[in-house]
């Protein structure tokens, strides 16, 4: 059965289409910030979940303390817009990088992040650049072996090095904890923080991270912000995790079914470019909210296979379906815009500003 939202999106927009519910929206980024106020921690959001300095500007004027890029590019757009306290959480390297984090620089507060000589060495040429110095937060693995050194010693080490560095600063230390890791990290954090302090430095940005993490926020000791991504919207990895429920879920993917070829399966206009095949470890490949014991088990590029063989209701063919994606932030990076809505209300697009700002 079709809503006569999801009528309207389909007759104005047409479908696969990504629709945010802007009262959901505020919601959240109130919710998480009033979050954040009680332990004591700063905001720091991180905007590769929406991409747009629009609501960029929301979290900030909630109370948010600056944000957070992935990418070099998504910090472009967002200085461009007028925010002016950016965090990249990311290793960047190479002449074409420093020229433009230099001219970065000019438009906005920038801080990166690095775990390696290799970056170290690259950065100050961004900082002559500018004319400016640049702060240099050192990443830390605790747990997620993805980045960041391994062993508060090479932290220490790597501090010291961009102390020393022409044109850096060492701000302090950027860790990403499991969920379930934080004892863990309060010891590396502790111990590479009492090393940097021997010699005379100290850290006055301790950022974490994850939005499944806010059963942990304010946990680790010495802490003085958190980046949270998926939070603004949510998914069905969020609900999953015990963060977030159905409710909170802000971005629906409105889709079409096109075929019912048979009993016990059907195909969606949403595949594998709507959707993504980051399954974000969970079974199928989004919530149908109108048939919530469906399943998307598996993608064309352009075609969504239901298993209706546990739905106790059925969609014919014409029916225009809302999902709760699996994973937000790979699905809204495939968008041009995002239509907004209010209640039953159609009140607008926002352009994917940074979409594919992978470098």
């Avoid at 990088?97 to 040429?125: C, E, H």
């Avoid at 991270?209 to 949510?234: A, Q, S």
């Avoid at 429920?245 to 969606?268: F, K, M, N, Q």
Wanted: hydrophobic share 40%.
């Amino acid at each position: 059965m079709t809503t006569p939202l999801a009528a309207k999106i389909a007759k104005e927009y047409g479908t696969p289409c990504a629709v945010i519910d802007m009262d959901r929206v505020e919601r959240n980024i109130a919710r998480i910030q009033a979050a954040c106020d009680q332990a004591g921690v700063a905001n720091r959001p991180h905007i590769k979940t929406h991409k747009n300095p629009t609501l960029a500007q929301l979290q900030v004027k909630a109370g948010a303390k600056g944000i957070t890029c992935q990418k070099l590019g998504e910090a472009e757009i967002m200085a461009d817009a007028g925010i002016d306290d950016i965090l990249i959480s990311y290793n960047l390297l190479g002449d074409e990088k420093m020229a433009r984090l230099g001219a970065l620089q000019g438009k906005a507060n920038v801080t990166v992040a690095a775990d390696n000589s290799v970056v170290v060495g690259d950065l100050p040429k961004a900082a002559a650049a500018s004319g400016r110095p640049l702060s240099v937060v050192v990443e830390c693995d605790t747990g997620r072996k993805r980045a960041g050194v391994e062993t508060p010693a090479e932290a220490i080490a790597l501090a010291r090095e961009i102390a020393a560095s022409k044109g850096l600063s060492f701000a302090g230390f950027m860790l990403y904890p499991t969920e379930t890791g934080w004892a863990d990290a309060q010891k590396f954090y502790d111990e590479a923080l009492a090393g940097v302090r021997a010699h005379g430095l100290d850290a006055t940005i301790v950022s974490t991270g994850g939005t499944p993490n806010l059963v942990n926020l304010g946990k680790l000791k010495g802490g003085t912000e958190h980046r949270f991504g998926t939070y603004i919207y949510n998914d069905r990895m969020q609900v999953a995790a015990g963060v977030a429920s159905w409710d909170d879920c802000a971005l629906h993917i409105y889709s079409t079914v096109v075929s019912r070829a048979g009993p016990e399966r059907g195909i969606l206009d949403a595949g594998s470019k709507t959707l993504t095949s980051d399954t974000g470890g969970l079974e199928g490949h989004g919530l149908i909210l109108e048939h919530p014991e469906a399943k998307i088990a598996r993608f064309a590029e352009e075609h969504g296979f239901l298993d209706l063989s546990r739905s106790n209701t059925r969609p014919n063919v014409g029916d225009v379906v809302r999902i709760v994606p699996n994973h937000v932030c790979v699905v809204v990076n495939m968008m041009d815009e995002v239509v907004m809505v209010r209640g039953d209300e159609i009140i607008g697009t926002l352009p994917v500003a940074a979409r594919g700002k992978l470098r």
